[in-house]
């Protein structure tokens, strides 16, 4: 294990945690950039250039920006952020921490078998052999991913649009 | 394949049919496209077809069966939007074309042989159904149910993800067939656990899905808050599709890990059925009781994939169609008749159906017609329906689970004969007028109860297809 | 008899054709056929000069500047309303509409990276796989625009 990603994991995990653990919705977001930011590095490190680019632009980028907009219509002023009970809190630590230990125990013996320097191949990450494998062997999902999208746009300009006659803004 | 490519298209036609003046030749031009594509799928039975796009998709009779019974569902669904039409609905079309989207999605999770397509399948059907939970925008129940279902439904995929991440982890594969072989005869054996886990996360994520208990807690809510048109769609076809999936990855992908997979399934089915049909019997609100037994339905057909072991022909496979078909079919009609009445009444616990024997003679067959199949009384669909899953378990000697069902429908009843009680042995409110019904509601309806009672009487053209 | 080049020019001349020759091979150079991370040392060394640049010019602005303190003065703005309060006021949901429209065509245009990579070697398939995929969210795009969602002072 490289020094460099045990870098990027401690940085990530750390912000992960920052996510879940800051109060202020908004440096919940910041927190959840640098984890993008860290997850791109490691996409780097598998020498995926590609899917780092993407990482950064759709995620850190235009996916951010919707979770600040939600935050923004969510009002989420510090009074009104309702109490938790801690009958919940507890049962959301029991629940967490059983599937931490399962799946702990369960990866402890995984032995994967390490790469052959010899035959391994480092270019597989890159752009034109993911256009290749996409549009070739994955070109039906990828025309069905246009339906999703599709369904997408129509549900959000169904439920955002507002109807004639409607006073809010 | 063709159905997929008809549904894409006319999709977008209905979409943009919303732009004409007039919203009359939405509703006909929906059930138009559809019976088109009904028609097309059809044309494919017993058609061998090559797998299509590098085995992405699979065109076989179990396709073209479950595929029938998720575009005849909806044919049969659409015409209770009538309220939509008269009411001047602006968003109709768009309704429409997410039903046709997500009907894509259902084939895709119904024909597919790549894990791939299994998830672009369920995201295109979760979020159309996100959409249309929500679709009441001035309702605040509805607006709780979309985001109630978003939010778990989102997680769920997610878990779904993680679990098709490590399965292909462990074997290196997304093809239905090569996961096979690489799950009966691993490479590398000490990455069994990876792909034991791997496989819990699908179940749980698919069993998010049908709503099989531990994971069915936002069905009641979800189900009640959602306008009842699309609680029928959700009840329906995303069960349906949802059990086609769960059948074909657990028969085709996974029968070399059965011994992991047998237990947990049938720990989940006989919660399931408790859990369901329990609930179900100490509902008020008709709609949540219809929920909870929508429940109690994927615990019978759990009991399928149980008594399936691994095989995606032979009775357990046929007996999944059947019951699916029997299923959809008595629960269009009874949602159908619970939204005319409750559109009319203004309220949908028991007590909305009182004395509707009276006043609709129609409407109350249809819908005594619809319990009784879901309960499972013979010359109903619905009797055979349990009767072939029940048997096929109990020739793979799951008696101790056959027994247990069996006390379970009789729980259910309970609750289903409670409407019944209200339609004909209730007096209807003081000046309780008729619920008014147009022509193609109740053709609908009469052929819904003529459907289940044909299943009920004559099984055989129907029940050993696969 | 041509003059001999002496000294600077001479110099200079020789520091051009050094430049053209290694400008040629470097613009001319192909892609290298294997990329490792350690590849993007450049960009990470770019990345520490551009923080190094913001750090510098900040402290020494704050350095050199001239201090005049006043709350006027700190004011992030100052145009006669309030400019420090909460933030958190609710906002028009046609920002937000605009902007999933822009996450998904933003998507959209994700996916045409590999494909414009792979122009050539994909043919004619891949064109057409790309064409109908556009289909599907062009018309979408119709869609919107003939919903009005673009547009801002009505509906």
Known sequence: ?169 | MTSIILLSIFGILNLFMGFMRSNKVLLPGAMLLLLAVFGANLADWNVVHAPYFNNMLVVDNYTVAFTGIVVLTTIVLLPFSRSYVVAGETNLAEYYALLLFSLVGAVMMIGYNHLIMLFVGIEILSISMYVLAGSSKRDSRSNEAALKYFLMGAFATGILLFGIALLYGATGTFVLSDLAGAVAAPENASLQPMLYIGILMMIIGIGFKVSAAPFHFWTPDVYEGTPTFFTAFMSTVVKTAGFAAFLKLLAVALPGAQGFWLPTIQAMCALTLLLGNVGAAVQTSTKRMLAYSSVSHAGYLLIGLVASRGNLTGDAASGIFFYSLAYSIATIAAFGVLKLVADHRQRDDYAALNGLGKTNPLLAFSMTVAMLSLAGIPLTGGFFGKFFLLAAAAGQGYIGLVVFAVIMSMVGLYYYLRPLIAMYLRPAEEGATPVPVDGIQTATLALLALLSIVLGIVPGFLSGIL | MRPKPVGATFALQRLLVLLRSNLTAMLLVLPAANYQPSDYLPILIQFGLALAFVAFAMIVSHLVGPKRNSTVKDASFECGIESVGNARTPISVKYFLTAIVFVLFDVEVIFMYPWAVNFRALGNDGFIAMILFMFFLLAGFAYIIKKGILRWNEA
Do not use: C, W
């Not at chain 1, 750390?14 to 109060?23: E, I, M, P, T, Y």
């Not at chain 1, 759709?58 to 920006?65: D, Q």
């Not at chain 1, 938790?84 to 959301?92: G, H, Q, T």
């Open chain 1, 1 to 169: 294990m490289s020094p460099l990603f045990l870098f990027l994991s401690f940085v990530a995990l750390l912000s992960a945690l920052g996510v879940v653990l800051a109060k202020n919705p908004v440096h919940s977001v910041l927190f959840l950039i640098l984890t993008f930011f860290t997850l791109s590095g490691h996409y780097l490190l598998l020498n995926a250039q590609f899917l780092a680019a993407v990482n950064i632009i759709v995620y850190a980028g235009a996916i951010m920006v919707l979770f600040l907009f939600v935050i923004m219509f969510l009002n989420l002023n510090e009074e009104t952020e309702p109490h938790k009970p801690a009958l919940a809190k507890f049962a959301a630590a029991i629940a967490g921490g059983s599937l931490l230990l399962i799946l702990v125990a369960a990866m402890r013996n995984v032995n994967p078998v390490g790469y052959d320097p010899t035959s391994f191949d480092s270019q597989i990450g890159m752009v034109d052999r993911l256009g290749l494998v996409l549009f070739q062997q994955y070109a039906l999902p990828f025309e069905l991913a246009s339906i999703l999208l599709l369904a997408a746009m129509v549900g959000s300009v169904m439920l955002g649009k507002r109807e004639t006659g409607e006073r809010n803004f």
